[in-house]
T-cell receptor
């Protein structure tokens, strides 16, 4: 089965600690995205990568970092510089077909910083 | 970037058609309208997209007005499992990062 996996589903960390969220896809998609979602809100883009070894900041990149060493993997690190890290984090990859594109999402990781 | 406006919540009876409206009055000629839904605490799921013509797939139908300033997502026979937040999104033109701009969506509650 092709898809996107995120782990873990729930994550608890103490304030001041860095934490890395995993995102893996076996859909052979070039582009991958990280979003943050707060309660009752839509998704906000943190980082995106259109190709291996390249990534760009989204709207709320401060306090986050990413890497894209492999096509299948796009891990997100939430650093201690992120002032309000408790949120639901979603990873997506994009299939492009002609002039349209569709994003496919993982199940999400709910991060709680204590 | 074209923005969208959706009602914050709607109810629909199980078995009836659910019609979810979306306004996108500033949409440009090459921007597509996408619909996604998000069941509680899960990742969003793609439903359908369109440019000018009406579209239908196994999940839903998308009706876009002739002036493209609004659209309606139709779930023909709603079930309890269709309870979710539905997002109407206008795709940013290809020169950018293919970013989807997400609003707060419509919370659709299907009632037995």
């Amino acid at each position: 089965d092709g898809g996107i996996t995120q782990s873990p589903k729930y994550l608890f960390r103490k304030e001041g600690q860095n934490v890395t969220l995993s995102c893996e896809q076996n859909l052979n998609h070039d582009a991958m995205y990280w979003y943050r979602q707060d309660p009752g809100q839509g998704l906000r883009l943190i980082y995106y990568s259109q190709i291996v070894n390249d990534f760009q900041k989204g709207d709320i990149a401060e306090g986050y970092s990413v890497s894209r060493e492999k096509k299948e993997s796009f891990p997100l690190t939430v650093t201690s510089a992120q002032k309000n890290p408790t949120a639901f984090y979603l990873c997506a990859s994009r299939k492009s077909s002609g002039s349209t594109d569709t994003q496919y999402f993982g199940p999400g990781t709910r991060l709680t910083v204590l | 970037d074209a923005k969208t406006t959706q009602p914050p919540s709607m109810d629909c009876a199980e078995g009836r058609a659910a019609n979810l409206p979306c306004n996108h009055s500033t949409i440009s000629g090459n921007e597509y309208v996408y619909w996604y839904r998000q069941i509680h605490s899960q990742g969003p799921q793609y439903i359908i997209h369109g440019l000018k013509n009406n579209e239908t797939n196994e999940m839903a139908s998308l009706i876009i007005t002739e002036d493209r300033k609004s659209s309606t997502l139709i779930l023909p026979h709603a079930t309890l499992r269709d309870t979710a937040v539905y997002y109407c999104i206008v795709r940013v033109p290809p020169r950018s990062n293919y970013q989807l701009i997400w609003g707060a969506g419509t919370k659709l509650i299907i009632k037995p």
